[in-house]
């Protein structure tokens, strides 16, 4: 697959453009006057000395498409050119990050350092200026990350919004997942087990588990009904009925989070309750317009989701009903969706302003992850799901709504887990951009 984007050298201009005006307005109104980005260090395992795999700092992989420089900082001061200070250790026991190249390289100066404390040198004197973000094992001899609240909450709000850099490297990042996606479709049907499935998946999308932006969830049968199902059965079912498939890849630091439900080829009415679902999904994603309120999506996500249970079969009382005595809850007990970009839950999902504040869930609907009105410019997932969870229908039994049920159909469709149909998409002003959909059309 062709990843280069000829336009790239001129979006990511365009991109650093808007970026620097942001944090000139962030640092201005919080009074700061310089922002410093630590790209983070290692963290080590406990009495060992094995370190987690690195997690950069969001925020440095927000300037620069470089997700492996541990030790790295980065500088900003309105008004002058960016500056990387490089961390390339002397070091023949790890990979030593590459020397910086590419688009983005001649918009900054770089200096390289051999030893995480030499970068001090190149920081700022006044310290008492700074906004430093990062975590705080990247604190440097005096130089402490104080993430200064007023500042994050400027640079979160205006994230949500993507610019065309962002939306071209998000393209991508959707296109190396729909392809793995196909290639664990084909894994699933040719008889894999889900350890083989994530193996066929990771060979397809050319990433390793510590690439993507996060744990497959590759779940066989009763497994889809563990919403976040991250074991891997190594053997193949006896009998195989459906694979729930939650996973996503990474571009330059952007994720896409896809999922996508399968039944067997003998499993007729398992398929007619995905295809409902995914034309509901559908309608979910065709309403991410600019002015739509999410948390009101979800709602409308929940009456449509009901209807399909009482049109299967599933339920007695009506889909009016069973959204407002939360019986649809549990069957669709998670959000419609969340932010995404620089991270797969991207932040600012209840911001009120950019000076922050906080748009509070729905009553009765804790795990919504985003409560915004959408905007052109947001990227939000879409992932209605209708589940049979064993706890949550235990649960159910001992209330009088339980006999709002039909437990018959509801125990035959158990051994099938659930279904997830979870899409990206793009609010515009216009009609909305379907990452996934577009992604799983080009291949
Ligand atoms: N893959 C996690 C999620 O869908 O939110
Ligand atoms: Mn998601
Ligand atoms: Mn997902």
Redesign the pocket.
């Given at each position: 697959m062709d990843t280069q984007h000829p336009d790239l050298h001129i979006l990511y201009a365009e991109h650093l453009a808007i970026l620097r005006s942001r944090t000139d307005a962030a640092l201005q109104r919080e009074g700061h006057d310089h922002l410093l980005v630590a790209a983070g260090q290692s963290h080590f395992q406990f009495l060992d000395d094995r370190d987690y795999p690195f997690c950069v700092n969001p925020h440095f992989k927000h300037w620069l498409p470089v997700s492996r420089a541990p030790g790295s900082w980065l500088i900003y001061t309105p008004g002058q050119k960016p500056r990387l200070v490089f961390l390339q250790p002397h070091d023949y026991w790890h990979v030593v990050p590459a020397a910086p190249a590419g688009y983005w390289v001649d918009h900054f100066d770089i200096q390289i350092i051999r030893e995480p404390a030499q970068a001090r040198a190149h920081l700022p004197r006044d310290l008492e200026r700074c906004a430093i973000i990062g975590e705080a094992n990247a604190a440097l001899d005096g130089v402490v990350p104080n993430n200064p609240s007023g500042v994050l909450d400027h640079l979160h709000w205006y994230r949500s919004c993507k610019t065309a850099y962002e939306l071209a490297l998000m393209r991508v990042a959707s296109r190396l997942g729909a392809r793995a996606h196909r290639a664990a479709a084909a894994a699933f049907h040719a008889g894999a087990s889900e350890f083989d499935i994530h193996m066929a998946y990771l060979a397809a999308a050319r990433q390793t588990d510590n690439e993507l932006p996060?744990g497959n969830?590759i779940a066989i049968n009763e497994h889809g009904a563990i919403l976040?199902y991250t074991d891997l059965a190594h053997a193949p079912p006896t009998q195989r009925r459906s694979l729930l498939i939650?996973a996503?890849a990474s571009f330059h630091g952007y994720a896409s989070?896809i999922?996508r439900t399968h039944a067997a080829a003998d499993a007729g009415e398992f398929r007619e309750l995905i295809e409902a679902v995914d034309t509901a999904q559908q309608g979910f994603c065709a309403k991410v317009r600019s002015g739509q309120s999410y948390p009101e999506l979800h709602l409308h996500a929940h009456q449509v989701l009901a209807g399909i249970l009482k049109d299967h079969g599933f339920i007695r009382m009506s889909a009016e009903g069973a959204v407002e005595s939360g019986l649809s809850s549990t069957f669709f007990p998670h959000g419609l969706g969340?932010p995404i970009g620089l991270q797969?839950?991207d932040v600012a999902g209840f911001q009120a302003s950019d000076s922050g504040g906080t748009i509070p869930r729905p009553p009765g609907h804790p795990y919504l992850r985003m409560t915004r009105v959408l905007e052109a410019g947001m990227v939000v997932?879409i992932?209605p799901g209708l589940y049979f969870i064993d706890l949550l229908l235990a649960q159910l039994k001992d209330k009088p709504l339980a006999r709002e049920v039909r437990w018959d159909r509801v125990d035959a469709f158990r051994p099938f887990g659930g279904i997830r149909i979870?899409d990206d998409v793009v609010c515009t002003g216009g009609d909305p951009e379907n990452l996934t959909r577009d992604a799983f059309a080009q291949l």
């Open positions: 996060y969830i976040h939650d996503g989070d999922t969340h797969v839950h997932t992932e979870e």
